[in-house]
């Protein structure tokens, strides 16, 4: 009885331990500095101390048990039955994973865009929806924006990064790639909720926006009353824009929006990008602002409008 107390208090610390370090590298003043570790981190040490939960939670009910069999003990346990339900929600997330193979499209020598031949094998990618992907299962999984065309099978996803993960994945374009889980809402599925809407947008967040331009372009195609869709404005800045997304993205976004603000970050540098969207606000009336950036950009634009009266909205950083 006394090692079998002597054994959980042990384990408690231990697992005191793994949950502060994950809570540690999840702080926002690390998080940004060591993305890399805290993927590593929290996966790693959450199995440990799912691990370390049921060896805990076997011995605490076995040294209770008495002249009762351990294997009833075990049966009647809320903490066994909690523990359960618990792995099994967390395994099922994983019993969704796929390897795809995948077509890659070099865009510039800092972006590819990855064709996947269909759909999420569990969902659809509708427009405002993101898919989590891997180059390896036990590695880092990241979420990126799907870019699905009216009337095609499957969708696309631009990978645009000079650093970390996606760095490795735009040198060594891959052939297959882990899909993870459904398709999951972002916060562009607002967008139909106004009339009207500026969308602030830098470097590569340009591909969230890329679904809800091509389903705008293909209902002005199709000869769809527009009054009926929304209208949106564009304000993007990138360093060459055309060079590194094509001149494809270009037009299209010229195509939804005419008067779009595309600034090339190369020559000017970062343009003020709250006073631009304030001012093509005012000028076109828009309803609400969404923006699509780091975390800096998303802070400064959102806060500074919304302290202006206007509606904004912008992803969780890391999201």
């Known amino acids: 009885m006394q090692h079998a107390a002597t054994s959980v208090l042990v ?5 005191l331990i793994l949950l502060l370090s994950i809570l540690l590298f999840s702080r926002p003043i690390f998080r940004p500095l060591f993305r890399g570790h805290f993927e590593t981190t929290m996966r790693f040490a959450g199995w440990t101390s799912l691990l370390l939960f049921w060896i805990k939670a076997g011995l605490f009910v076995s040294s209770r048990a008495g002249l009762e069999p351990v294997s009833k003990a075990l049966l009647k346990s809320p903490s066994i039955w909690l523990m359960t339900v618990t792995t099994i929600s967390i395994l099922s997330t994983w019993f969704e994973v796929r390897k795809v193979p995948v077509k890659t499209y070099i865009l510039s020598p800092h972006a590819i865009r990855l064709d996947f031949c269909a759909s999420s094998p569990l969902g659809k990618a509708v427009p405002g929806t993101a ?32 650093k970390g993960w996606a760095a490795g994945l735009v040198a060594n374009p891959p052939t297959e790639l882990y899909i993870r889980g459904l398709p999951t809402t972002g916060f562009m599925r607002v967008i139909p909720l106004f009339r009207s809407m ?6 590569s967040g340009i591909a969230a926006l890329l679904p809800q331009l091509y389903a705008l372009d293909y209902a002005m195609l199709c000869g769809r009353d527009m009054r009926a869709m929304p209208r949106l ?27 779009a603000v595309i600034c090339d970050k190369r020559g000017l540098g970062r343009p003020d990008m709250l006073g631009t969207a304030w001012r093509l606000v005012r000028e076109s009336g828009c309803e609400a602002v969404g923006v699509v950036g780091s975390q800096g950009l998303v802070g400064e634009v959102v806060y500074g409008l919304e302290s202006r009266g206007v509606p904004a909205f912008g992803a969780l950083w890391s999201s």
Request: aromatic share 12%.
């Open 198 to 203: 500026l969308l602030v947008v830098s470097g």
């Open 233 to 259: 404005r564009i304000l993007w800045s990138a360093e060459d824009p055309e060079g590194v997304f094509g001149r494809e993205v270009v037009e299209l976004i010229l195509r939804v929006d005419p008067w």
């Open 11 to 15: 384990i408690a610390y231990l697992n």
């Open 131 to 162: 898919v989590r992907i891997s180059s390896s299962l036990l590695g880092e999984w990241y979420t990126f924006p799907t870019i699905a065309q009216p009337g095609q099978e499957g969708f696309s996803v631009i990978v645009a990064n000079p």
